[in-house]
């Protein structure tokens, strides 16, 4: 009698197919129907919103002191005042600031515009806070305040859809709510907060997008795809909502400065790039092509498109004006200065109706090549005693000293500094060095996860790095500040996230190994409270001797 061979044993799965405990990895269409339920959505929240209203807290701190305008609020608080009453940035007389400073506010406005050379939404946002508390200190300053309070929001929860942790996300949003860039420019009447928070929406919303679009597949299809013509769903894909509301946030840090428009254009085609592998891990063969019309054209629509009809909308002022920006502004140097000439609109009738609102578009438009050159030509000749060099600006390599009071003699406003000695006061837009050069390597590492180990989250790290920090490269020849990386400073501050979550690993049972991990990242962070600490100081406008403030001062291209 024969008997039967016995069943030969499964073959073991290697490389991609198996998960760290040996399990086989489910397709991506198994991944994505049973997608990673994140922690309890309350405990979330609350520990979010907490970290949020410390942030505020810290920022809100004698927040009208210095009494004074603080390197470019001259030109950013006036601009707002003027918006908020005129409708569109007016110039203003001399000494405008002394008496604005002692609360003597009519008067100090000419009838001409004035040049301004960046768009109005983060001026508009100023102007709400002088709406509310007047046009002082302030006033000016509390927008930024609230701003750079909620952006700490939108990190926590940021980190938090990336890694799924409630832990991580609380991490992410304390160490951006410690960063000294971040601090001081939180309280400051500068465009730069305003620029950076709504880039971090624009990202988070495409971010969210991915997950989204990939649980939306899934329930589309049925199973994997298997037919070689397939294309997959497309109709009931077009409409995306989290690229739609991510288009409206592009446009408002567009209109906030035009710094937006790289990694608007770096993560618009990563969205698309996500799309088609998400086709191609369904079974969709020939992806990249297919995704291009099906993905990539929906995306620009609902991404450039719309950011493009929100930034034409937030410079309704100026539109409502054009007429007196044809007549003061359409023959200035900065028009001449590349051979330019004289608006056309300058001298044409003006039009009614449907004409009016194409007439003031196209002086829009030769408004904007005037700005262009203004910032590509008209500045090249140009010197600044804070200006740096953009390949050196995250180790921090020139602070910018936004104000100072110096030489106060021992005996007078509190000085007790020892004979032959004085104090001073000073606020320096200066990161904190242990968020910073740690986020340098954290970078790095990013960079070797997301090409070695192919980890997609990593990759947002390093595109939103290189895409707010390279293109600076190409206009070192012009004065430009070490504080223009606050954009790039929540990628700085993702990667040392993720870092942190690979040091303390997956598992959260008691071991050597997630003990080891719990001491390095917990010395880490008390490093970061202590460094936030030690330069309190010089960020919030202290008095301090001058021996303090030299502890302070760690390198000759910090004074």
Not at 196 to 217: E, K, N, S, T
Not at 300 to 310: D, E, K, Y
Not at 497 to 503: K, P, Q, S, V, W
Request: net charge neutral; glycine share 8%.
């Amino acid at each position: 009698m024969t008997t039967a061979a016995p069943p030969e044993p499964p073959q073991e799965r290697v490389g991609l197919s198996t998960n760290a405990a040996g399990h086989a990895v489910p397709s991506a269409w198994q991944r994505a129907r049973g997608r990673m339920r994140a922690e309890d959505p309350f405990v979330g929240w609350a520990s979010s919103i907490s970290v949020a209203l410390l942030a505020l807290f810290l920022r809100m701190w004698n927040l009208g002191k210095p009494h004074e305008f603080e390197f470019d609020e001259t030109y950013y608080a006036k601009d707002a005042w003027s918006l908020l009453h005129y409708g569109y940035a007016r110039d203003y007389v001399e000494k405008a600031n002394d008496h604005i400073l002692a609360g003597q506010t009519t008067g100090q406005w000419k009838t001409t515009p004035e040049m301004a050379v960046h768009p109005d939404v983060g001026k508009w946002l100023i102007a709400l806070g002088e709406k509310a508390f007047g046009m002082d200190p302030f006033g000016w300053r509390v927008s930024a305040a609230v701003v750079g309070a909620l952006m700490v929001l939108v990190m926590c929860r940021f980190a938090r859809r990336l890694t799924g942790s409630t832990l991580l996300g609380c991490i992410a949003g304390l160490l951006l709510a410690f960063d000294g860039l971040h601090f001081v420019l939180s309280r400051l009447a500068l465009l730069d907060i305003f620029v950076a928070f709504f880039i971090l929406c624009g990202v988070h919303c495409i971010v969210a997008d991915r997950d989204w679009y990939r649980a939306r597949m899934a329930r589309l299809v049925p199973e994997q795809i298997n037919d070689a013509q397939a294309w997959g769903p497309v109709r009931r894909l077009l409409f995306r909502p989290w690229l739609l509301l991510a288009g409206i946030c592009w446009g408002l840090a567009c209109g906030s400065k035009w710094e937006a428009l790289y990694p608007m254009a770096a993560f618009g085609l990563l969205a698309w790039i996500w799309s088609a592998g998400a086709r191609r891990s369904f079974g969709v063969r020939w992806s990249v092509p297919k995704s291009v019309l099906a993905d990539g054209i929906p995306a620009f629509v609902q991404i450039v498109l719309v950011g493009f009809i929100v930034y034409v909308a937030s410079w309704t002022g100026w539109l409502m004006n054009a007429h007196t920006y044809e007549q003061n502004l359409s023959a200035t140097q900065y028009t001449h200065y590349a051979g330019g000439q004289d608006w056309p609109t300058r001298t044409e009738p003006d039009a009614s109706g449907p004409g009016e609102v194409t007439q003031s578009l196209r002086s829009l438009w030769y408004y904007h090549q005037d700005v262009y050159d203004f910032h590509t030509h008209f500045l090249n000749d140009s010197t600044h005693d804070y200006a740096s060099n953009p390949g050196g600006w995250l180790l921090l390599n020139r602070p910018v000293g936004v104000a100072a009071d110096t030489d106060i003699q021992p005996g007078t406003q509190g000085c007790d500094a020892p004979a032959g000695s004085d104090c001073l006061r000073q606020v320096l837009l200066l990161g904190s060095p242990a968020i910073w050069w740690a986020g340098c390597l954290a970078l790095l590492f990013a960079l070797v996860m997301w090409v070695g180990a192919r980890d997609w989250r990593y990759g947002v790290a390093v595109v939103g790095a290189a895409s707010t920090w390279l293109p600076w490269l190409q206009y070192d020849d012009r004065p430009i500040f070490s504080f223009y990386a606050i954009i790039t400073l929540p990628f700085i501050v993702l990667a040392l996230t993720l870092a942190i979550g690979r040091i303390l690993g997956r598992s959260t049972a008691p071991s050597p190994r997630r003990t080891a991990g719990v001491v390095v990242v917990g010395a880490y962070l008390v490093l970061v409270l202590l460094n936030f600490a030690w330069f309190w100081p010089i960020w919030t406008n202290q008095l301090l001797t001058h021996g303090e403030w030299l502890d302070r001062i760690w390198f000759t291209r910090w004074i």
